[in-house]
């Protein structure tokens, strides 16, 4: 997840946001369709079963999130140019740390059979009348905007996305340097966590941002992968932005998308 749109809104309306994770929140879209970093590490479930159908496009399509599957919050199911970032934008000072880069950004691992993505924005919490200004701004931005990338494999190609991603959360727990469309992104440390159920394996990765006045926000990736396929949800919180607390990846949102996949 980027930052260039939301970052304009977020920095225009609190001078702490963050210099490069915010841009996923510019997202305009069809309408079709804090918990603890983790000190735990990503667990990926080794499956021994018989190689899974590998989805084309329009299959991914169909099973991607769609506005009916959730019951709050807006998805977008046309991402703009600002969300919609190509491998090539992404670079990681350290190549080891390029998993983590691409699925920050909402980009898939390795070479994709076929790919769908998709967004997810929350409803802003809304400030009592009595709420100070500066309060009431960050109640408005207090909501996670998520990625989605839904990508499929041949061969063992999506069991070694997944091994790639929880691989260089180990290498990388210390930070990297990357850029994205040529912003720069500096990231603090990396820490994994739980993996999230309902797939064959995943891993869930927290990266701690540096961002403007001495903030480090925090940034979420979280991967499933289903048979052949992989979800990436990369999200961040507008309000975490500027003020550095944590926030939790949307459950339902993830849930969701996932018992999609069947």
Known sequence: MRTSSVRRTALAASAAALALLVTACGGSGDDQDKADEGKGKAAPSTSAAAPAKTLTAAELDKAALAQSDVKGGKVATKLPATDDI????????????????????????????ATVKRSFTGDPVKPSADTKPEDALLAALDTEKVLINLASYEGDGAEQAVRGVVAAAEKCAGGFKATLVGEPMDVAKVATGDAPEGGDEGAAVTLTVAADEGVKAPAKIVLVRKGSTVVTFSAVNLASMATGKDFEVP????????????
């Open 86 to 113: 190509a491998a090539e934008q992404v670079k990681s000072e350290d190549a080891a740390c390029q998993p983590l880069a691409h699925a920050q950004a909402g980009v898939a691992q390795g070479e994709p059979a």
């Open 251 to 262: 459950a339902d949102v993830v849930a969701a998308q996932v018992g999609k996949l069947g």
